[in-house]
Structure formats: C-alpha cells, structure tokens
C-alpha cells in the first residue's frame, strides 16, 4: 500500500485553505493546512515527510517569500517545491523575487481547479522521483562505504597474511638453519666424540694387554688417554657453549667497543705475549650490544688471528672501524679485524661459519671449529652480520655489522 502524498498549504485565509482542500480532496492527498508563515514553519518542524507546498504571497506578519527563505534555509528542507499563489499576474518584480528564494512556480488567482490538478500532480511526481534519486544516492553511499570497508578490511587481511608469510619464510629459514646445526651435532656425535672414545678405548686395552709393560710404556698410554678425554671434554663444553648463545636473552646496553676489545685483548694476554702479537686498535664507536657476546666475538677473532698465524711473521692484529654509506644497510656500523696470517681459500668463505667445519686437521691446528659459528651466531641475536674477506698467504679480514640502534 502507498503512502499518501503530504502536502502543506499555507494561506492567511480560511476559505482559501478550504477552497484548494476541496479542488485536490479527491486525488488522496493528505493535506495540512496552515493560517500563516510561523504557522507552516512550525508544520514543517514537527514533520519534513512533505511532498509540495503550496503558499499564498500576499500574508500579514511574515509574507510568503519570507517564509520560503526561512524555510530554504534548513538543510532538510531546501528540495521540498514552494508554488506561490498570488493575485497579482502581471507583477515582475514579485514574480522575479518568488523564483530567486526558491519557487518553482506561480498559480495565479483565481483558481483554475484543472491547472492546480496539474501543476500540483506534476510537482509531486517530481519531487517524488527526486526523492526516491536521493535515497537511491544515499542507499549507493552507504553500498559504497560498506564496500570501501570491506575493500580495507581484506586489504588489511591480505597485509595480514603476507606479514604471516614473511614470518613463516623466517620461521622455515631458522628452522633449516637449526636443522642444518643439528646435522653438524649428529656429525659430531657420529665422528668427532667417537674419535676421541676410540682412542681411549684403544689405549685402555693397550694398558690391559700389557700388564707387564714398562713404566714408560704405561705412561705414554695413560697420557695419550688423557689427551682424548681432554679432547672430548672441550667438544662437550664448545656444544654447550654454542647452545648456551642459542638461547641467550637480548639486553643491550650502550658500550664502548674500545673497553670492550681491551677486555678482550687482556684475557688474551699470554698467548699474544707468547706469540708476540701486535695489536693495533683504531678508535671504535659506542653502541647497545651485549657486552659479554661481543667480547667472545673479539676474543675468538683476535684467538684466530693468533693461531693461523704465519709462521717467522709476527703475527698482527688490526681493529677499526667505519659506519655504512650504504642506502640498503643505512644506521649500521662494520668492525674490522684484519689479521696478517695464512689466510683462507675464498671457495671455503661461507663454510667457515658452520658449526664444527674445520678447515685443518685437529692435529695440523688445535680446535673444535666452533669459535666462527658462535660469532655468527652472536651477530645474528645483534640483528648484524659477520663476513671475511681473504687470499691464502695474505691474511684475512673478519667484518662485523653491528647496528646504530636495536629494536
């Protein structure tokens, strides 16, 4: 069922209202009537579900232009049509001042009933169809916002599932960089601590066999049985160690890096007095790092320097630094430490930071080969990196990324 098509007619006059009320009574309108200007804007206050008004010009107070501009002046009410009725036909000046506070149109008394059937007919059906435009206008608005949200909220749903990706890319990369350590400790497992194991098996069934054995026979076996069992035991430890800076926590606090290295250089003493090392430090910038880590990483470093060192060369040390120009790695500071030792072949570059990867024989050069992989280990929980650079014969160069500032 339609609703009924509400018209407001404002007149000053009784049987002016009652005479159009009569003309358009039979086209199932409803109508509201109003004895003059605040008498309408009051009508309009209490209701704006109005399809047309029709208003007399001519009324005492406030006339029938006033009251349109009052009534234009509200938001909500500026699309509903104003006719004027007027006695005066042949006014221009009036007729001019209706159209400019927003008439639509004039009826001119007295009343043609069939041109007001019209008029009125025409208007609403415009007003109607523009109605029903605006609420279409409002409907695709309010289609348009709740699509444009949507729009952002799978936007942010996909945002969301690339952050996951990213993060289950970094998951899988630790995770094939913890299974690749985890074959490094079955290898040592299955060959470094059974080598060990096998000697002291061998010089344990020696010593039994030979029962009647020398003194110095004994002796030698019992030495080379603690020679394994203190091998196995620096295996164990380094295992240890390197799962120990697996786990470590991260509390930074800004140090010097130049107290740090002497630190380092001062647990060191002996075997750079032993191997007259000469140390040479540039000044080095304050950072957050963690203290203890970043010393091990100089400590190992400067450990290696004096342990490849070449030989009839004394052995030297350089440490300095320069913070990056590079636009990929803004805010990041490289350490250097340069050593004049054997060097290293670049095909064997990256395989040097695996855990356990020795490039000499235990018996050629002492160690586990672990020292390299907890540097790395320790730059990654910096957020930073650790590189070399190298030629066999000329040294080789250890770069240490560390940044300006942690997260």
Do not use: W
Request: charged letters at 25%; a negative charge; glycine letters at 4%.
């Amino acid at each position: 069922m339609n609703k009924a098509v509400k018209i407001l007619i404002v007149d000053d006059r009784p049987d002016n209202l009652l005479s159009i009320e009569t003309i358009l009574e039979k086209e199932n309108y409803h109508i509201v009537k109003a004895s003059s200007g605040r008498a309408a804007l009051k009508a309009l206050l209490q209701d704006i579900d109005f399809s047309l008004i029709l208003m007399d010009v001519q009324m005492p107070d406030m006339n029938g232009f006033e009251t349109a501009a009052l009534i234009y002046q509200r938001e909500k009410l500026k699309n509903i049509p104003i006719i004027f009725i007027t006695a005066h036909s042949h006014e221009e000046e009036a007729i001019y001042k209706g159209y400019n506070v927003g008439a639509v149109d004039f009826i001119h008394k007295p009343l043609n009933p069939q041109l007001l059937k019209i008029k009125v007919g025409l208007f609403v059906e415009l007003y109607q169809k523009t109605h029903s435009l605006l609420e279409q206008e409002k409907s695709l608005l309010q289609a348009n916002a709740l699509l444009q949200k949507e729009i952002e909220e799978r936007e942010a749903s996909e945002i969301k599932v690339l952050e996951l990706n990213r993060q289950l890319y970094r998951s899988n990369v630790h995770l094939k960089k913890v299974n690749e350590e985890l074959d490094r400790f079955a290898y040592v497992a299955s060959h470094d601590l059974q080598e060990p194991l096998r000697k002291i098996r061998v010089f344990t069934d020696l010593i039994s066999n030979k029962s009647n054995g020398t003194p110095q026979e004994l002796d030698r076996y019992i030495s080379k049985i603690g020679e394994a069992a203190q091998r196995m035991q620096q295996l164990v430890d380094d295992l240890l160690r390197f799962s120990r800076h697996s786990t470590q926590g991260r509390d930074y606090v800004n140090a010097d890096l130049n107290e740090i290295v002497k630190e380092a250089v001062s647990e060191l003493e002996i075997a750079i007095q032993n191997n007259q090392v000469s140390i040479q430090v540039d000044p080095l910038p304050c950072i957050p790092v963690i203290p203890t880590m970043i010393r091990q990483v100089f400590n190992n470093l400067i450990s290696n320097a004096i342990k490849f060192r070449k030989k009839n060369v004394m052995p030297v040390v350089h440490i300095y630094a320069r913070k990056t120009k590079d636009v990929e790695t803004p805010g990041m500071y490289q350490i250097f430490v340069a050593d004049n030792g054997i060097g290293i072949d670049n095909r064997y570059l990256e395989d040097i930071f695996a855990v356990f990867k020795r490039l000499h024989s235990y018996q050629e050069i002492e160690g586990t080969g672990i020292g390299l992989s907890i540097c790395k280990k320790i730059m990654e929980h910096h957020n930073g990196t650790i590189t070399a650079t190298s030629e066999v014969d000329h040294g080789t160069t250890f770069i240490i990324g560390i940044p300006e500032k942690q997260s």
